[in-house]
């Protein structure tokens, strides 16, 4: 498929998942129609690669189909952005794998949806830590008991990626990626997903209870898997998800305004000049994030060092701090502008979803948690 068409189908289950983003939000439900229509486009294996049977699209494609979609819902355009992430930790990191591309070539042929399981109970949000741990089950199969908080459509996944340690003799940060089928993970579901946002993604608790074959170990080390993929496909992706989420905010303050200059042509309306600040500031956002997606795309098949390095760490870790912070920064000015038309729910200009949702942007791995790591950086790292 070419990258036109991938985007063609990208816009398509972009209008569909606006049409069904209010009843995804008040339900609390899995936005299936649009990834119905993700999966019908073939979109869903844009990060195996054309060797893989994957659309010809890069890694700028799929944060631009991140922001488009979440414009009109950000709760199918964050499940889209956490499929890729998974996927794309798997792609990049199969070395010769026979089982891996085989898998890739799937993901591609059936479209499979694919979860993410590195949260834990007891280290939280801490990506380098896990206590769950690979136990020999006996026949050359292996297993692990984790105890997942936050598990992103983990009802509705085909299969799930989970951060696990090595063993009881490794090192404590020494883990593997393990790629289960959902039907072979004993997923037992501990809790509700009734948030404040985001409510489409569907993020329960789960008790994962898995039994594998050691080929479903992605192969190579977690560490380079994590600074060269997973962390900056994660921060950037994401990034674009809150890009999308404030570009429609700012466009609903805009056509709050617009209406109010059409009803008095002869006068600029005295929220035009809040409105023209929250303009600044998403341009502003768009830039940053825009210069940092460029920068990973140029730097991600290159040397894998500079991607390890930890003036690249500490980039790629402010970009997603300073993306969280200004997407929640830009709804709240927004709602601003709109005033009370953005503050009820159910008209034009309604800001709640949009608002709602970008609270959880500092929560994805905590900001406080990553200002802690840039500090332990900052300590050795020279120039900022
Ligand atoms: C919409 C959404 C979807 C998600 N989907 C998934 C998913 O699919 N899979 C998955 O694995 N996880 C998922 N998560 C979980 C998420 O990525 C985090 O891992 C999780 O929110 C961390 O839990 P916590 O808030 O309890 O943070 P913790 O990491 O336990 O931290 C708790 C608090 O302590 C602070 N803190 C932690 N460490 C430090 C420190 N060193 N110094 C100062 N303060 C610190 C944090 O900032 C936070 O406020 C999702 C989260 C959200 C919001």
Redesign the pocket.
């Known amino acids: 498929m070419a990258a036109a068409a991938f985007h063609e189908a990208v816009a398509a289950a972009a209008g569909v998942a606006a049409q069904h983003a209010d009843d995804v939000d008040a339900r609390a439900r899995f936005p299936r129609e649009a990834i119905d229509a993700l999966r019908d486009g073939g979109t869903l294996g844009a990060s195996v690669g054309t060797a893989h049977g994957g659309p010809d699209v890069g890694f700028a494609d799929i944060c631009d189909a991140c922001r488009v979609l979440s414009r009109g819902c950000a709760a199918t355009g ?1 499940i889209f952005a ?1 499929h890729h992430i998974q996927v794309a930790s798997i792609a990049r990191h199969a070395g010769d794998s026979a089982y891996i591309r085989d898998y890739l070539g799937r993901v591609a042929s059936e479209q499979r949806l694919v ?6 109970v007891g ?5 380098r830590r896990s206590i769950a741990c690979v136990e020999d089950r006996g026949g050359g199969r292996l297993g692990f008991t984790k105890n ?7 009802g509705h996944a085909d299969d799930v990626l989970t951060t696990v340690w090595r063993g009881p003799d490794a090192d404590a940060s020494d883990q593997v990626l393990v790629l289960t089928a959902r039907d072979e993970s004993g997923m037992t579901q501990t809790g509700e997903w009734d ?1 404040m ?2 409510r489409g ?1 569907c ?1 329960p608790g789960f008790e994962i209870s898995a039994v594998f074959g050691p080929e479903q170990i992605v192969p190579g080390e977690f560490a380079p898997i994590c600074s060269e993929t997973m962390v900056p496909w994660s921060h950037l992706t994401w990034a674009h998800v809150w890009l999308g989420i404030a570009t429609s905010a700012v466009g609903r303050a805009q056509a709050m305004v617009r209406a109010q200059g059409r009803r008095s042509p002869d006068v600029t309306p005295e929220a035009g000049g809040r409105l023209s600040a929250v303009v600044a500031r998403l341009q502003a956002m768009r830039a940053f994030v825009d210069a940092a997606t460029a920068e990973y795309a140029a730097l991600m098949d290159g040397d894998p060092a500079h991607l390890s390095s930890f003036g690249y760490g500490l980039r790629i870790n402010n970009l997603k701090i300073r993306a969280s912070e200004d997407v929640a920064a830009i709804c709240h000015d927004a709602l601003g502008v709109v005033g009370i038309a953005g503050y009820r729910n159910g008209t034009p200009f309604s800001l709640g979803r949009h608002v709602r949702d970008s609270l ?1 942007a500092a ?7 990553i ?3 840039n500090a332990r950086i900052l300590l050795v790292q020279r120039e900022v």
């Open positions: 964050m956490m979860a993410s399981a590195t949260s834990e280290t939280g949000g801490d990506l997942a908080p936050t598990v992103s459509y983990g948030t946002g985001m993604t993020s959880s929560l994805m791995i905590g900001n406080e948690r200002h802690a790591t």
